[in-house]
């Protein structure tokens, strides 16, 4: 069993910065992938961004050049730096980590864009 926890997130007002992070630990052996998705009211979950092990890492259109994931291997940690955000980044923003096929996802996390 893989177990996250996952820190960050709040209000923030538009053009501010944010940065959550995600610490895997428990029966982890090979991480395949590392990465956040977000969902907004209304809305399907949607991929933000992800670090593929060995393979580089992908981002949603909408977040390019504003967004930075990066990962710390060490500590099976996971970050996402936020910047410049939107309003419509406004979302609950989760962790997921890939172990031998299994999906696994943090308990989410509320990041608000608003004035």
């Known amino acids: 069993q893989v177990q996250l926890a996952q820190s960050g997130g709040g209000l923030v007002q538009p053009g501010g910065s944010l940065r959550l992070s995600c610490a895997a630990s428990?029966?982890?052996?090979?991480?395949?992938?590392m990465g956040w998705y977000r969902q907004a009211p209304g809305k399907q979950r949607e991929l933000v961004a992800q670090?593929?092990?060995?393979?580089?890492?992908n981002y949603v259109g909408s977040v390019k050049g504003r967004f930075t994931i990066s990962r710390d291997n060490a500590k099976n940690t996971v970050y996402l730096q936020m910047n410049s955000l939107k309003p419509e980044d406004t979302a609950v923003y989760y962790c997921?980590?890939?172990?031998?096929?299994?999906?696994?996802w943090g308990q989410g996390t509320q990041v608000t864009v608003s004035s």
């Open positions: 997921n980590v890939v172990v031998v096929g299994i999906n696994y």
């Open positions: 428990g029966s982890i052996f090979t991480i395949a992938a």
């Open positions: 670090i593929i092990t060995g393979g580089g890492t």
